[in-house]
């Protein structure tokens, strides 16, 4: 009898976070640039004067009102903030939204996601009662529509945890990977085809410097009533601490995942929120200057990189590179190893974001820290190379 296969053992991201110095981490996926100084200094007046209470599920109002109006500027979609079942919400970070949404369209049923892909997305369902299934990007992080249609059928039609939705993370992390409009437009299809719900996780959509950009599957034809979209302020604004994000969907989607909320963590951090909705619109030229800062980082780190041997992924965003490991190693997990031993620098080995080996060789690095750490990053990686 065939012995079953052991299930393959994944990289703790924050364990190799821990065995790092802050001069070697490019490794766990969080800004380490300093507070926006406006923003800081919102966030003290607003604390200081004592608006430190319960706030209601589906977040601060003036919060709202500035986040619908960036949704307009940047992603063309109208939304009404005082609708009534609320078509957005502000969500304790990105993850709260995804938890919102498990509990309330996933358990006892399983969404997609796209391999290599963003662990939490698999971790919190399989947390909270559901089940993830993976769908194998090829080597180029390209696939064909019949596949993806006859893998989502397979599952549509089994009886046990039957697939429910389809989860979108472009740009993604952790490639970094912009899904063209004609890659959209067929999970679209397939969704469309087979009644499911789409889940968008847009938290890059502001890093995208390619030739694709970033489209929202909500604002394809027909998605609008199908597409709940997550995205968080933690990355763009270097708050992860704060937990804020936000999610928007058609009203009737999204009243189940305000009703989760409100029981899971009742209200988002009341002050940090009346802080932000001061500054998020503000500053018409904020997210061109972040682009601008971090494809410079991309520049030098690529670069940096390429020179050593690393076949750096085009993947057309900046917060994350994704490259395979000098063409004498195999290895990713065994060459982080060295690389800490050796330079007290980490990434992340890609079996951390995959079931399959295809992705064994390549390692995702985090770019998003000062110039002075990656500077410094690359040149003791250089000299544990040589």
């Given amino acids: 009898m065939q012995e079953a296969k052991s299930k393959k053992v994944k990289p703790d991201i924050r364990a190799i976070t821990r065995l790092v110095p802050p001069s070697g981490n490019l490794v766990q996926g969080q800004s380490e640039l300093p507070i926006d100084p406006d923003l800081a200094k919102e966030a003290y007046d607003v604390i200081a004067a004592s608006r430190n209470h319960y706030g209601g599920s589906e977040g601060d109002a003036a919060l709202r009102s500035s986040v619908a109006e960036k949704i307009r500027r940047y ?47 698999r971790r919190i369902l ?119 994000g936000y999610t928007y969907a058609k009203g009737e989607l999204l009243a189940p995942v305000n009703n989760a909320a409100n029981v899971i963590y009742v209200c988002p951090a009341t002050p940090l929120q009346a802080a932000l909705s001061k500054v998020l619109t503000a500053d018409p030229d904020y997210y061109d200057d972040l682009l601008k800062k971090f494809d410079r980082k991309r520049i030098l780190v690529s670069d940096a990189l390429t020179e050593l041997g690393f076949d750096i992924y085009p993947s057309g965003s900046s917060f994350y590179l994704w490259a395979r490991i000098p063409e004498e190693f195999d290895d990713a997990l065994t060459f982080n190893e060295m690389l800490m031993e050796k330079a007290g620098v980490g990434v992340v080995p890609g079996s951390a974001f995959a079931d399959s080996d295809l992705w064994d060789a390549h390692v995702r690095v985090c770019i998003a820290r000062e110039d002075s750490i990656l500077e410094g990053a690359m040149e003791k990686m250089r000299s544990a190379l040589s």
């Fill in 75 to 121: 992603n063309g979609i109208d939304l009404d903030p005082d609708a009534r079942p609320f078509e957005l919400m502000i969500t304790n970070g990105g993850t709260g939204a995804l938890i919102g949404i498990t509990q309330s369209y996933l358990k006892g049923a399983s969404a997609l996601v796209f391999e290599p892909y963003y662990p939490y997305h």
């Fill in 126 to 244: 399989e947390e909270f009662g559901g089940k993830t299934e993976t769908f194998e990007l090829d080597e180029n992080l390209a696939f064909e529509k019949g596949a993806l249609l006859a893998r989502c059928k397979a599952l549509a039609n089994r009886s046990e945890f039957p697939l429910k939705a389809v989860i979108v993370c472009t740009p993604s992390n952790p490639s970094g990977k912009v899904m063209t409009r004609d890659e959209l437009q067929a999970i679209a299809e397939v969704c469309e085809e087979l009644d499911l719900l789409c889940i968008s996780d847009e938290v890059y959509e502001h890093y995208v410097a390619g030739e694709n950009p970033h489209v929202p599957i909500a604002s394809l034809p027909g998605m609008w009533d199908r597409t709940i979209t997550v995205n968080s302020f933690s990355k763009s604004w270097n708050i992860s601490g704060w937990r804020l």
